[in-house]
Each structure stands twice: as C-alpha cells, then as structure tokens.
C-alpha cells in the first residue's frame, strides 16, 4: 500500500526544476572538430595537399606535444619551415597563450594557412611568405622544425617543383640556422620532428624526447 501520494512532489518548484535537472549549457567551440582527428584537420585543404598530410605536414598529436612544450606563457614561438600551417594552429587552438608565427618560402602554402586559420578563428596564429633566411629570429622566443631542409637531398617527395634544391642548400640553410640560434638566450627552446637535431648549437641539450625519438625536445643552457 503506498503511504504517499506518488504524485506529491509534480509538478517540480521552478527551482527544483533547474537544480541538476537541467544540463548546464557548455560553451562549444565550433572549431574544435577540426582538432579531433588528422583527416578532420587536413579536410579544410585543397586534395592535393591532404593527399601529402603523411610525408609533409606535422601529425596532431605531435604538434600538440610540441607546442605544449614551447607553450611558455607570452611566448612567440615560430614554426620554421611553416607549410600549410598545421602546427601553428594546432598550438593556437590547445595553447591560447602563446602566439604563433609560420615562416614559408611556398606562397601557396601561406595562402591556404591563411585561409584555414580565419575559417577556424584563431587570432593568435600568423604566416610569413619568406625564406627562412629573411625573418629576424630575436623576434622570437622558442622555436618548432619539422627537418624543413630535407627536401634539398630527397628530391623524390618534393611537394612542388617552384622551389630550386640542392645538397649545397641544404648545408647552407642548416648552418644559418645554427648561427642564428648560437644568438638565442639561454632558455630558449627548440622542438624539432625527424630531425637528429644538426641545426643546433652544441650548447642545446636535449631535455626529453616522445614518439620513439622522432620528437626531441631541447633547451638552451
Ligand atoms: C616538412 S614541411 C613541414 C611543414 C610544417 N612545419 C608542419 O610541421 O606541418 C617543411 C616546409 O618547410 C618549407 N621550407 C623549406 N625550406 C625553407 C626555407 N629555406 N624557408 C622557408 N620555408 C622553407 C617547405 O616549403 C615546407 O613547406
């Protein structure tokens, strides 16, 4: 026999109502697909350039890694070597604190980061169309380098054929990398990708490493 009208407490107070009834409305960012999966990331470019994600363009998970690592608030982080920019947006996206800038020789490449990084509406990522050899590096605090240089000795992979390459370039481009960062304060950071780390000074030490040694993580002493 039931004691209490089962009814009693219907309709709930308006209060009653919202406490833990109600889902609390979460802010999405509707950008965030985008962040989910590479496929997801690569989707906002032209065929051609999804088709070379695997060779060309930094992974997800490992620019998020990366970019933690540089991610030093108020820092300026530049990508050398930017591409179609997925680094930079995927640091601007997970570390808002931080600015990111790309430098890239391709002005294809910087045309579609541009378009990408409006679409997905991140102010605090920005494209450069230079060489390498043409940005001012105090500019900037820390530093990510996806083996950038490596299209001058595999030719075979080239993204495009608008940029002459050569071995000699390849010397050339690693020790001006080396002599700019031999300027950098202790305390900088580098990140780089496939890369056995030759564009740096010997006084850069390598503080940890992640997926396998394909990403090493250094600092200046
Ligand atoms: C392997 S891709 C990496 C792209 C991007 N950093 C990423 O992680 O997705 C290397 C890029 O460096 C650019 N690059 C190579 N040498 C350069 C130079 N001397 N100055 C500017 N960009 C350069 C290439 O055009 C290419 O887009």
Same mark, same amino acid.
């Given at each position: 026999m039931i004691n209490a009208y089962p009814y009693s407490l219907f309709p709930p107070e308006p209060e009653a109502r919202q406490r833990n009834i109600i889902a609390p409305l979460k802010k999405i960012n509707p950008a965030a697909c985008f962040f989910r999966n590479d496929a997801a990331f690569d989707w906002l470019y032209p065929e051609h350039f999804q088709l070379m994600s695997l060779r060309q363009w930094t992974p997800l998970a490992v620019a998020k890694k990366a970019a933690e690592y540089l991610n030093v608030k108020g820092a300026r982080i530049l990508d050398i070597g930017s591409g179609i920019g997925k680094f930079c947006m995927v640091g601007a996206h997970h570390y808002p604190d931080s600015e990111y800038f790309g430098v890239e020789q391709r002005h294809e490449l910087v045309h579609y980061a541009r378009i990408a990084k409006k679409y997905l509406g991140l102010d605090n990522a920005s494209f450069i169309h230079a060489n390498i050899t043409q940005v001012n590096f105090h500019e900037f605090d820390h530093f990510y380098f #996806? =083996? @950038?240089? #490596?299209e001058n000795i595999d030719r075979e992979n080239a993204i495009d054929d608008t940029i002459e390459t050569s071995y000699s370039l390849y010397d050339y481009y690693t020790r001006y990398l080396q002599s700019v960062l031999k300027d950098k304060p202790p305390g900088t950071r580098v990140v780089t990708y496939q @890369?056995?780390?030759?564009?740096?000074? =010997?006084d850069f030490k390598q503080a940890d490493q992640s997926f396998g040694t394909l990403l090493r993580l250094w600092i200046r002493e």
């Open positions: #996806y =083996n @950038s240089f #490596y @890369s056995l780390g030759e564009i740096l000074p =010997n």
